[in-house]
């Protein structure tokens, strides 16, 4: 054998010895790499995600038809009583006028008896005014602490239902879908553009896929327990 092909096949020998330590750390970290994503320890478990149309299920809650009607009903009742104290409001106002006319054709002279009961229909008529702003102010206020209490127990049940939908399903996060939401701008008033960004900068989501989507679930399943509870 020629020195050149001893060499050659020492060669050949040497090289794979050379290359053992870096295979052998090469095969240890495919495997930690394998083992590690193989098993999920470095990978984020995916994120199930469920969308609800907020004013479609307040739209569509017998429960909130029903606290509108008895909302409806104390308003009426409230408006017929403003209604009756307008009402003999306006007739004081009425004798006032008849009171001021006696005295215009008496040449502003009126007996004790006429001036003393004009006198009382004016403290009358001053001390209603004074009842029906209070009225008003006090109505408002009660309308709008019913509404107020309305609104918290929808939100209190809509919310307590979801969760129970997110546990059966496994949802980890139901957003609310405002997707389907038309921008609305009123270009008779100043900063149109402005209006439109607002709405804009305030938009949640853009898109929703149908199957993400358990508002009519949610609907059912509320009004369900309502009727149930009645």
């Avoid at 006028?97 to 004016?122: C, I, N, W």
């Amino acid at each position: 054998m020629t020195t050149s092909s001893r060499d050659s096949r020492s060669i050949i020998i040497r090289l794979p010895r050379r290359l053992v330590a870096g295979l052998v750390m090469t095969v240890a970290a495919l495997g930690l790499v394998g083992v590690g994503v193989a098993g999920g320890a470095r990978l984020a478990e995916p994120t199930s995600v469920a969308v609800v149309n907020y004013g479609q299920v307040i739209s569509s809650l017998e429960q909130w038809t029903a606290m509108e009607a008895e909302q409806a009903q104390m308003r009426s009742s409230m408006t017929e009583e403003g209604a009756a104290m307008v009402a003999r409001f306006e007739e004081l106002v009425e004798q006032i006028r008849g009171f001021e006319a006696q005295a215009q054709a008496a040449g502003g002279q009126l007996d004790e008896a006429t001036l003393a009961e004009a006198a009382a229909v004016q403290d009358e008529a001053r001390k209603l005014d004074l009842r029906i702003e209070a009225f008003k102010q006090r109505s408002s206020r009660r309308l709008d602490w019913e509404q107020s209490y309305a609104l918290e127990e929808i939100w209190q049940v809509i919310n307590t239902e979801i969760q129970t939908i997110a546990d059966a399903n496994g949802y980890d996060i139901v957003m609310t879908d405002d997707s389907e939401t038309q921008l609305q701008v009123n270009r008779r008033q100043a900063n149109a553009s402005g209006q439109l960004a607002a709405q804009m900068g305030q938009r949640r989501l853009l898109y929703t896929a149908r199957s993400v989507d358990i508002t009519q679930d949610l609907i059912d399943r509320l009004n369900n327990a309502w009727k149930a509870g009645r």
